[in-house]
């Protein structure tokens, strides 16, 4: 009986352990060929439904980016809320900007195409084609664009030949000189490597217990992506459909890092800026070719969450000529002409007629300032952390705030619990949203005090000074106002901006009082003896 239990057991341990083996080489197989390529996609794949097929663990992630749980801490996965109703002082900081009209939080990379077509600010206003640069996955379009004018055919076999760095440079610049309508057109007008296969990349999968809100959430989904060839970024914008690797393919970024990299600012946080500065200089900086994958899983992000100058009067351009922290971009404005001679603004403040800047969305330049960038973390090791799929380690493509995925966010570095990591968060945020309300009220107290001025007979030599302090104090409370993060990506950077922002306001207001006041009469300090001092 004895051999016979023996017999068993050592059947079943050989059993087990081949078994073992097996999966083990199984997952070392799986890790070694993380993805079997099924359908080819190509550069002109603006549809990500076909890559779905070859990475569908990535896939699935991305279509969740629908998604919009409400949440405070800013970032992708906030609801659609005006934020001049929030903060009615918006409003007098854009006067006369389309921004007045219409401001809403961000949403989801689902969302960003359909949120731009249906703002007041684009179907109330005339804006610029280049406004497509970061919300739809527009290199295609930039592509056929630039082969028409360079005199080439935009075959759909030559759109996805290969991604002709020469021709979407120039459809880039053609599309900046288009109205926003005319480039949308132009959107439509090119393949998206499924032709005639309009279909949901969001369905709905709604059943009959769906609530009204569901039902328009889906409608608004739905509706967006069955409206042809366009597509909100998609894969085919950050991974080279013959490898999958990380590359940039934003126009504007290429120019803006070139310069950035061609300039003084120290930049310890990009080292292989440093080193190209060390080298032959002999061909300007390339991310795609220069930079590490740490730093593309950041350059890759940093192509559209960034400050750029985007209108009608010139082609698109990031202002990093010397650097990337908030006075050295507002001096590359100061210094900057429109090809027509006039000096550089954004738009002349409804209020007061003065020449402006508006800040965009510069979570790049901040997170640049901080402590994370400075300690290598990229914005993907943040906003789509690593997780386990089997074998495989794969970047979440479900990009939202970490305070939503602590765990795989955060706490990889920060071994602390979770609650000590929202608190800290919510500390910095909180801290932050106080100086911005702070920086708003003396905004708004400078706006009063140089209407009191000009009522009273300023002229406009004394204006210009205080126009000049409105644009400073202005254009720093936008910059932080207008970053996601509410200061978190460098909260003691963001605190000095505002500070400064609160010095300019409180500067006009000062000397606007002083136009506006009767003259002093001259008084003469008197030094009163000092009592009780030991010598």
Not at 307 to 324: I, Q, R, S, V
Not at 450 to 476: C, F, I, N, P
Request: with cysteine.
């Amino acid at each position: 009986m004895l051999p016979v239990i023996l017999c068993v057991v050592v059947a079943v341990v050989t059993v087990g352990v081949a078994v073992l083996l097996m999966t083990i080489f199984e997952h070392k197989q799986e890790a070694r060929q993380p993805y079997v390529r099924l359908v080819d996609v190509n550069e002109a794949s603006t549809d990500p439904v076909p890559w779905g097929t070859n990475w569908p663990y990535q896939f699935d992630s991305y279509r969740r980016s629908v998604d919009s749980t409400k949440t405070e801490h800013g970032g992708s996965s906030a609801m659609p809320a005006s934020k001049l109703e929030q903060d009615p002082w918006l409003k007098r900081l854009y006067s006369g900007y389309a921004f007045s009209i219409d401001y809403r939080e961000a949403r989801g990379h689902a969302y960003m195409l359909h949120d731009q077509e249906v703002t007041e600010r684009v179907t109330k206003r005339t804006q610029s084609g280049a406004c497509l640069h970061c919300h739809a996955s527009v290199i295609p379009t930039y592509r056929r664009l630039g082969m028409i004018s360079l005199g080439e055919e935009p075959t759909p076999e030559n759109l996805a030949e290969d991604f002709n760095w020469p021709a979407v440079m120039e459809g880039f610049r053609v599309s900046s000189g288009m109205t926003y309508a005319e480039a949308h057109a132009e959107l439509l007008k090119t393949p998206d490597g499924t032709p005639g296969k309009a279909m949901s990349l969001f369905p709905s999968g709604l059943d009959g217990d769906a609530s009204d809100e569901d039902i328009e959430s889906a409608a608004i989904i739905d509706a967006h992506h069955m409206m042809g060839e366009a597509h909100p970024v998609s894969c085919v914008d950050c991974h080279s459909p013959d490898d999958m690797s990380v590359r940039v393919t934003r126009p504007g970024f290429m120019e803006g890092i070139a310069k950035l990299a061609e300039s003084d600012d120290p930049v310890p946080h990009l080292p292989s800026i440093e080193r190209w500065r060390q080298g032959s200089r002999k061909q300007p900086y390339d991310p795609n070719i220069n930079a590490s994958r740490q730093e593309m899983r950041s350059f890759t992000c940093a192509q559209c969450h960034v400050e750029y100058y985007c209108a009608t009067k010139e082609t698109l351009f990031f202002p990093w000529d010397n650097g990337l922290k908030v006075e050295q971009i507002e001096a590359t404005f100061d210094d900057h002409v429109f090809p027509d001679g006039e000096s550089f603004y954004d738009w002349k403040h409804g209020e007061t007629g003065a020449k402006v800047y508006k800040a965009q969305h510069p979570e790049f330049e901040l997170w640049s300032q901080g402590i994370h960038a400075r300690s290598g973390v990229s914005c993907a090791d943040c906003h789509m952390p690593y997780e386990r799929q089997g074998a495989t380690k794969v970047s979440s493509h479900w990009v939202q705030s970490p305070m939503l995925n602590i765990n795989n966010a955060c706490q990889t570095c920060h071994n602390v619990p979770e609650s000590e990591l929202r608190e800290k968060v919510a500390t910095i945020q909180g801290r932050t949203k106080k100086m911005i309300q702070r920086a708003a009220v003396a905004m708004t107290d400078m706006l009063d005090a140089m209407h009191e001025a000009k009522a009273a007979g300023a002229t406009e030599e004394q204006m210009a000074e205080l126009y000049e302090l409105q644009k400073k104090a202005m254009w720093r409370l936008d910059f932080i106002s207008s970053e996601n993060s509410k200061g978190f990506h460098a909260d003691q950077e963001a605190v000095r901006i505002l500070g400064e922002s609160i010095d300019y306001s409180r500067q006009a207001q000062a000397m606007a009082n002083r136009i506006r006041a009767p003259k002093a009469p001259l008084t003469k300090a008197k030094a009163e003896p000092v009592h009780g001092v030991t010598k």
